[in-house]
């Protein structure tokens, strides 16, 4: 089931449980990005520094996915247009699929890690 799906499955849901009263403010839990997470490049893991090296040289990437559009469902990054922000795989020593840990880029220069798989995120300093 696509992320996408689960969630509004997850708000229907949400929805059906709450008192009436209450189901007008739903809408209003978002998380709101505060810009007080940073990370210097030097911090991250060792994968994470070679995958931040082969997004500025643009490839080659070890994953497909690599390059797609973040689409920031989870709204923990400042809010942008649709295709704003594109995520790339940092690889996790002894795991054989993609893990949780990713780079998402915005504007060239502009670098974000999270560790959690979107849950939280560091803002990468250089």
Same mark, same amino acid.
């Given at each position: 089931m696509s992320r996408m799906l689960r969630w509004k499955w997850i708000v229907l849901?949400?929805?059906l449980w709450l008192p009436a009263g209450a189901q007008a403010h739903t809408h209003? *839990?978002?998380?709101?990005?505060?810009? *007080?997470?940073a990370?210097?490049?030097?911090?991250?893991?060792?994968q994470a520094r070679a995958?931040?090296?082969?997004?500025?040289?643009?490839?080659? %990437?070890?994953? @497909?996915?690599?390059?797609?559009? %973040?689409?920031n469902y989870e709204h923990a990054l400042p809010e942008h247009r649709r295709g704003y922000y594109?995520?790339? *795989?940092?690889?996790?020593?002894d795991r054989h699929n993609r893990g949780t840990r990713r780079i998402i880029t915005g504007v060239p220069g502009e670098y974000y890690y999270t560790a959690?798989?979107? @849950?939280? %995120?560091?803002?990468?300093?250089e």
């Open positions: 849901a949400a929805m209003h *839990t978002a998380k709101v990005w505060t810009d *007080t997470a990370i210097s490049a030097a911090q991250l893991p060792a995958t931040l090296r082969a997004i500025k040289r643009g490839g080659p %990437f070890a994953y @497909q996915r690599d390059g797609m559009v %973040f689409n594109h995520e790339y *795989t940092v690889k996790t020593p959690d798989h979107y @849950q939280t %995120f560091n803002r990468i300093r």
